[in-house]
Every structure is written in structure tokens, then in C-alpha cells.
């Protein structure tokens, strides 16, 4: 069965801090692509990877990076918390192509930072 | 600028009702069409797609959709809505192997 994992459903940061927010597939797909779930406002593009060690931004980059060393791992970076990224984080991933391939949803990482 | 927009954010219906759950989009090229659910607590699931070919596509669950080109619109429909039904849906567009998704809809269903 086709899995997206991440690595926290909740997590609690103060501001200013780090946070990693870690996301692994293992369906050997190419494509991998971290969003922000806000009421309102859908889902929102942060960054995406269509391979190993390459990135590029989304819709919404500010206040984040992301690294990818592996093809099943791809990990959202908040260099230093601030309240208005307190926010529900989905991962995705999907096989390379023409736009035709669907997207595998994680769980979600709802982010709460104080 | 290429968008999806979903007119209607709360929709409430009668468990055995139909459905229909609207969407538009804007995109300059030949789209590539998805309408996603979302339960409480869950990642999002595909319903159904449309790339190109018949106009009205089936999905899990019950769901089905219509590709309406000169209306550029790809709603959802369901002819008799299960309690279990409830939850958030998003239509989403692409064509490059990013999405673009709508505001979602979300669905109450009454006993």
C-alpha cells in the first residue's frame, strides 16, 4: 500500500526555535512537495522537489527551506519559528511526468508555535 | 493567472440527498483535473481525475464529476450522500506536475 509518512501528527514550538518537519514516502517517487493548510485559504504550495538535491520554491517560500539528501525523505525547515506559521503541514509525493500523476498526502503535521 | 475556485466554503445536506459541489477554474492550458477529500484528521484522498476524453468521470466512492469545458467548471456530484461523506473536499488543477487547489468545501451531512 502506498505510504506517506511524516514525522509528527502535533508539535508545540516556541518562537524563535528550529523545527524540522520530516516526511518520507516509499513508493520510489521522484516528485515530493511540502504545503501549508490554512481554513480559508486550501492548500498552499511551500516548496517542491523533483529530485534529489534539488528544490524550488512554491507559492509561499518565505520562512522556510527544505532539504532533500535522499529520494523517499524530504524535510521542511522553519529557521526560526514565528506565530504565523502556526499551521496544519501536509506532505506530498508523486511519480515524475506531465502533470498527470497523483499526489500521495501524509497525515499532516499540525504546527502550533507560541 | 491560473486558478481554482471552490464558490461554496460550507455545504449542508440531508444523509440520502444528492450532492453537487461546485468548481472553477482558470488555466491557459489544457487542464488536468482533481477533486481530493479530506476526513477529520486525515491526509487527502483522490476521488477521481480528468485528463482528456469523456467529459463525466467516475471516482471512489460514489462520486463522479463533470469536465465542463466552456463553463470551466468540474463539479462533483453524488446521488444519495452517506453520513460518512462528511468532510472537507478540494478540487485541484494542474497540467506540470504541481497542483493548484481551491479553497475547499467543506460538507455537513444531517441525519
Known amino acids: 500500500d502506498v505510504k506517506v509518512t511524516q514525522s509528527s501528527r502535533y508539535l508545540v514550538k516556541r518562537t524563535g526555535e528550529k523545527v524540522f518537519l520530516e516526511c518520507v514516502q516509499d513508493m520510489d517517487h521522484e516528485n515530493m512537495f511540502w504545503y501549508r493548510q490554512d481554513p480559508g485559504l486550501g492548500l498552499r504550495l511551500i516548496y517542491f522537489?523533483?529530485?534529489?538535491?534539488?528544490?524550488e520554491k512554491g507559492d509561499i517560500p518565505e520562512g522556510y527551506s527544505v532539504s532533500r539528501e535522499k529520494k523517499e525523505r524530504f524535510s521542511l525547515i522553519l529557521e526560526s519559528a514565528s506565530t504565523n506559521q502556526t499551521s496544519m503541514y501536509l506532505c506530498?509525493?508523486?511519480?515524475?511526468?506531465?502533470?498527470?500523476?497523483?499526489?500521495?498526502f501524509g497525515p499532516g503535521t499540525r504546527l502550533t508555535v507560541t | 493567472a491560473q486558478s481554482v475556485t471552490q464558490p461554496d466554503i460550507h455545504i449542508t445536506v440531508s444523509e440520502g440527498a444528492s450532492l453537487e459541489l461546485r468548481c472553477n477554474y482558470s488555466y491557459g492550458a489544457t487542464p488536468y483535473l482533481f477533486w481530493y477529500v479530506q476526513s477529520p484528521g486525515q491526509g487527502l484522498q483522490l476521488l477521481l481525475k480528468y485528463f482528456s476524453g469523456d467529459t463525466l468521470v467516475q471516482g471512489i466512492k460514489g462520486f463522479e464529476a463533470e469536465f465542463k469545458r466552456s463553463q470551466s467548471s468540474f463539479n462533483l456530484r453524488k446521488p444519495s450522500v452517506h453520513w460518512s461523506d462528511a468532510a472537507e473536499y478540494f478540487c485541484?488543477?494542474?497540467?506540470?506536475?504541481?497542483?493548484?487547489f481551491g479553497q475547499g468545501t467543506t460538507l455537513q451531512v444531517k441525519p
Open positions: 485541484a488543477v494542474g497540467g506540470t506536475g504541481k497542483l493548484i
Open positions: 522537489s523533483y529530485d534529489v538535491k534539488m528544490k
Open positions: 506530498a509525493s508523486s511519480l515524475k511526468g506531465t502533470g498527470k500523476a497523483e499526489q500521495y
